[in-house]
């Protein structure tokens, strides 16, 4: 879809969730391979703002905390596998259930401590100071199972990884975002002082005689949780690097690649999501799996006066943010319909052009050796690519007869029909004299990749007959 395309959509949900919601001010920006390519904005903020006014970002912070413990992890500094109270000697009495394992960091990560979901609470525990949160742990807490069995989404498992953060790090969990992140992604405007968020739009909260300004207090114990205030362009450099873990661009920045991916893959299922999608939680970051349209990588954020969602798409690359001032607005729903239209289109088509791009040199040549094969047999140039089960699968001369026996000639691969569900792996349909034929290999592991499955079936439809 072309960028006018695409903006009218986003256009028109973002008016539409504004007017549906009360929201008073909203902006939101599009993003394509990385780059912001349209920001425009509704209500209460100056288009010539939409980029650069900073809102709460709520629990879109979370995939700021992630990855700064990913970045300890790397650092050799944190296990991830470590249990809580050996980083927080204090958590010692936080009360798990009988027989329960140890409290993980990664639990608190993939939403797997066994706390119960704590919105709205958790929201007005922003200015918690630190050593009252400590005591607070110290007491104990509830749990409603034990550590590692089920996602349940916890604020106060990310305020426990801010303190793990300043614990391990001897900083100010704010400085260490900050300084390991921010910066280096040039995201000035980003900050968890709220006197520091210059020019900010005030948070808009319903009561019953309509709508009254959020008051703010100071950063606290659960700033790790939803305490960032940003704007679209700098949301936008986040959501960039984020992306741009599954492209084949060179692994700079602030996070490796393969902790990106990592923070971006299903760790905990979550369960139905939208339109028929199926939900998981990664670290920091929700990833739905569509049927048709495949993977989105989202994250909402929701707090007194504010609301707001990022979500991409990491086949098509697009990309979309918005934030709005007021409580809980549910950007989530417009984002994801106005995302799922704009990649509608292209989506099949880019999720199989990327794992083509992916296949393996030895699966390409196999491929080809396979569309040899079928327009002429020749056994010498088989034992070359066979792995050794291949002819105790089938035998030989069964194989050769099958295949001899298709009459095929002409081999004409159709290039659009390649799909893969690994680079060791390919399906695609050739067409030859005696009509359409599809074809299938998959490669071993070995040093030397060898050919361990090779067949054809009559035509390119499903349940068609191997041979």
């Given at each position: 879809m072309d960028v006018a395309a695409a903006s009218d959509i986003a256009d028109t949900r973002m008016a539409r969730a504004a007017q549906e919601h009360g929201i008073p001010a909203l902006a939101y920006g599009l993003l394509l391979a990385g780059e912001v390519v349209y920001a425009s904005s509704v209500g209460d903020v100056p288009p010539d703002r939409a980029s650069t006014a900073p809102f709460r970002i709520a629990s879109m912070t979370k995939s700021f905390t992630?990855?700064?413990?990913?970045?300890?992890?790397?650092?050799?500094?944190?296990?991830?596998?470590?249990?809580?109270?050996?980083?927080?000697?204090?958590?010692?009495?936080?009360?798990?259930?009988?027989?329960?394992?140890?409290?993980?960091?990664?639990?608190?990560?993939?939403?797997?401590?066994?706390?119960?979901?704590?919105?709205?609470?958790?929201?007005?525990?922003?200015?918690?100071?630190?050593?009252?949160?400590?005591?607070?742990?110290?007491?104990?807490?509830?749990?409603?199972r034990p550590p590692g069995l089920d996602f349940e989404y916890a604020n106060i498992s990310y305020a426990l990884l801010g303190r793990v953060v300043a614990e391990v790090t001897g900083q100010d969990y704010r400085e260490v975002v900050r300084e390991r992140l921010l910066e280096p992604l040039g995201m000035g405007a980003s900050t968890f002082d709220v006197a520091a968020a210059a020019g900010r739009i005030p948070g808009m909260h319903p009561t019953a005689s309509g709508l009254v300004e959020q008051a703010e207090g100071p950063s606290g114990a659960f700033s790790p949780m939803g305490g960032l205030w940003s704007t679209i362009d700098n949301l936008s450099r986040w959501i960039a690097f984020l992306e741009e873990a599954w492209s084949d661009a060179p692994d700079t920045g602030p996070l490796s690649r393969w902790s990106r991916r990592e923070m971006q893959r299903a760790h905990v299922t979550v369960g139905p999501d939208l339109e028929g999608a199926f939900g998981s939680y990664g670290?920091?970051?929700?990833?739905?799996?569509?049927?048709?349209?495949?993977?989105?990588?989202?994250?909402s954020g929701g707090y007194p006066g504010y609301g707001s969602h990022m979500r991409w798409h990491s086949d098509t690359r697009w990309a979309i943010v918005?934030?709005?001032?007021?409580?809980?607005?549910?950007?989530?729903?417009?984002?994801?319909?106005?995302?799922?239209?704009?990649?509608?289109?292209?989506?099949?088509?880019?999720?199989?052009?990327?794992?083509?791009?992916?296949?393996?040199?030895q699966t390409e040549k196999a491929m080809t050796l396979a569309e040899s094969l079928l327009a002429q047999w020749d056994d010498g140039a088989l034992d070359a690519m066979a792995a050794m089960n291949l002819d105790l699968d089938v035998a030989r001369e069964e194989r050769r007869a099958l295949w001899e026996g298709l009459g095929a000639r002409g081999v004409l691969r159709d290039g659009a029909s390649v799909t893969s569900r690994s680079p060791s792996h390919a399906r695609w349909t050739v067409m030859t004299d005696a009509g359409p034929r599809e074809l299938e290999v998959q490669m071993t592991a070995e040093r030397e990749p060898r050919i361990q499955t090779l067949s054809v079936r009559v035509g390119p439809e499903p349940g068609g007959i191997p041979q």
């Open positions: 992630a990855a700064a413990i990913l970045g300890l992890r790397d650092d050799g500094v944190l296990s991830l596998e470590a249990p809580l109270v050996d980083v927080l000697p204090w958590a010692a009495g936080i009360g798990l259930p009988d027989s329960s394992p140890p409290l993980r960091i990664a639990h608190l990560l993939t939403m797997t401590a066994g706390f119960p979901t704590d919105d709205p609470w958790g929201d007005r525990q922003e200015s918690l100071p630190i050593a009252d949160f400590d005591a607070l742990v110290a007491g104990g807490l509830t749990f409603c670290m920091g970051l929700h990833v739905t799996e569509h049927p048709q349209l495949g993977r989105f990588i989202h994250h918005a934030l709005a001032n007021r409580t809980y607005a549910p950007m989530r729903l417009a984002c994801a319909e106005a995302l799922t239209e704009i990649v509608a289109d292209e989506a099949v088509e880019s999720a199989r052009q990327r794992s083509v791009d992916r296949l393996w040199p």
